[in-house]
């Protein structure tokens, strides 16, 4: 079949259909990699699924019985070993190697293998005090966070880097003494605050840069003392500040309504988030060239269908990934080299690798560590792994699994808790589970503790004694508590307490972080046809191209 013939395909999952592009079908040849039988969007959900961002709770190792912080699902499908203890010598991934049975699937055979190799549990390493973590990396003292580099004094917070004695942000980097803020760079004492680079000491920021003592701005650059874009002198600014009483919960509740309909009614928004990219497509893009349907991707070139990585080079299909070259439908591996089809990997010319570190010439392994010539943990000579994975491969094609990416039922956990979720929460609990997922539903039972709107509404009354106080969140019924150094926290910078799950507060945020697909829109200076990362239903009133929008906000 002509490539001109095979663009047009109907996914497998989704049943739309879905073309492939001349870029992609070079680069599925360079990487070795099958053409797909489901879209672009159904292969980063399946990839994401495997991701887990779920909930906290506690546990013992299956090796030592010692204490241990996971976000993995209580029913686990595989032992747990705290992440020391997986990288340590008191086991070794090996003795669980099996034969290959050809009357049988092989997803059936390698899940099964999973199903006995210890995991780890969590990821990350080189972490002082960050055990209420996961995905965390050379941090210290961090509280109920994920996905972060260098961060220290980081509680409640998603996807930060260089992040210090901060609380509930989002997708931020080099920031101190912040609280709420999504998507803000290099920043001191910043709260509630959107896009926004370079500022101090203010409340409320939409896209403003290098800003000082400034409330409910947007699109500023170089300001001080403004409130809602009008200048003041500093006593008039301070006085006003003062009065705002921001450390009252319903206060500030009104504040953020009046934000986010000024964001809507009055900023002028680009119409990507891009910067340094040639000839390159999606949002969030830093320093790509050649790079395609792509999102939250940095210093990468000549890649396809990737999301959320760095230093991509001719990948597709790859997602979670960093450091990486040649990968072809891969998830969250870092370090990699020509992998295919491999999910938590960092090897090299091999496939179907879930957990193993520092692999060549694998096929279908779990938990290996710098091991070659191996197929489903069981160690061959080379002209015998060769043989033997050639009639995998045939039968797999057979069966029509190779090519496909690891199934739904090895993934670690519920699908409504992990990352993918995050990007996709329109999906129905019977849709995954009919691809072989899993799912949790809410837990129906009365969870113990004070209602949050019970709290007092100004910090200045909270008292000493409600950090022994369980709260439960009203939205979804899950218990948490305010920490000490959480209060005082609160109580330094005039923060009411949040009446929301930290969890829950995270996914909110996110829902700003993680659009996909752009809209089409006209320019708001030149009415040009312009297509915009902004969801029609978001009710943006103001957006710009590329062009007009550094002509008259830079």
């Not at 070794?92 to 780890?120: C, I, T, W």
């Not at 920021?205 to 002198?233: A, H, P, S, V, W």
């Not at 995050?422 to 849709?431: A, I």
Request: hydrophobic share 25%; net charge negative.
């Amino acid at each position: 079949m002509s490539q001109t013939e095979q663009k047009i395909r109907t996914c497998r999952h989704c049943k739309a259909d879905f073309s492939i592009q001349p870029g992609e079908f070079s680069l599925y040849e360079k990487t070795g990699a099958e053409l797909p039988e489901i879209c672009a969007d159904c292969r980063l959900k399946q990839h994401f699924a495997f991701w887990l961002f779920g909930r906290f709770r506690k546990g013992k190792s299956d090796l030592s019985g010692e204490n241990l912080i996971t976000v993995l699902p209580e029913e686990n499908r595989y032992p747990i070993y705290k992440l020391k203890e997986w990288h340590g010598d008191a086991w070794d991934a090996m003795q669980y190697g099996q034969e290959y049975n050809s009357s049988r699937s092989f997803f059936e055979q390698l899940k099964e293998l999973q199903e006995k190799v210890p995991h780890p549990h969590q990821n990350g390493s080189k972490n002082t005090g960050c055990d209420w973590c996961d995905d965390v990396w050379n941090c210290k003292n961090c509280y109920l966070s994920r996905s972060m580099e260098q961060c220290e004094d980081l509680y409640y917070s998603y996807r930060n880097i260089k992040v210090r004695n901060s609380f509930d942000m989002s997708v931020c980097f080099d920031c101190e003494k912040s609280y709420a803020c999504g998507e803000c760079h290099n920043s001191f004492h910043l709260f509630y605050s959107w896009h926004s680079r370079d500022c101090i000491d203010s409340h409320f920021l939409y896209d403003c840069r290098n800003c000082q003592n400034c409330f409910m701005c947007f699109n500023l650059r170089g300001k001080n003392y403004c409130i809602e874009n009008e200048q003041y002198t500093e006593e008039e600014y301070v006085e006003k500040l003062k009065s705002y009483e921001l450390g009252s919960y319903r206060n500030v509740r009104n504040f953020l309504e009046k934000f986010w309909e000024i964001v809507r009614e009055k900023a002028v928004h680009r119409s990507s988030f891009n910067f340094k990219t040639y000839d390159s497509d999606g949002d969030y893009l830093e320093n790509t060239k050649n790079c395609h349907n792509c999102n939250t991707l940095s210093d990468s070139e000549d890649s396809w269908n990737c999301a959320r990585g760095m230093r991509h080079k001719s990948n597709i299909d790859a997602n979670g990934c960093w450091y990486a070259e040649l990968l072809g439908n891969c998830a969250n591996s870092v370090n990699a080299y020509a992998q295919k089809y491999s999910n938590w990997s960092s090897s090299r010319y091999s496939e179907y690798l879930d957990l193993c570190i520092e692999c060549e010439y694998c096929f279908g392994c779990v938990g290996l560590k710098k091991k070659k010539y191996c197929i489903l943990n069981k160690q061959y000579e080379k002209k015998e792994y060769e043989k033997l994975r050639e009639k995998i491969v045939a039968d797999m094609r057979k069966r029509g699994e190779y090519g496909q990416f690891l199934p739904y039922s090895m993934s670690p956990g519920p699908f409504n808790l992990s990352t993918s979720f995050l990007y996709f929460p329109e999906t129905k609990k019977e849709d995954i589970l009919a691809l072989g997922g899993y799912w949790e539903d809410p837990n129906s039972e009365k969870i113990e503790g004070m209602p949050t709107d019970e709290l007092p509404d100004n910090i200045k009354d909270v008292p000493d004694s409600i950090v022994t106080q369980p709260l439960v969140c009203p939205e979804t019924g899950w218990r948490f508590n305010i920490a000490q150094n959480e209060l005082s926290f609160y109580r330094e910078n005039n923060i009411p307490l949040p009446r929301l799950h930290f969890d829950l507060r995270i996914r909110k945020a996110l829902k700003y972080l993680t659009v996909l697909h752009p809209s089409p829109y006209k320019c708001f200076y030149c009415q040009k046809d312009i297509i915009a990362y902004y969801p029609s239903e978001w009710g943006y009133k103001n957006i710009a191209c590329e062009e007009c929008y550094k002509q008259n906000i830079n």
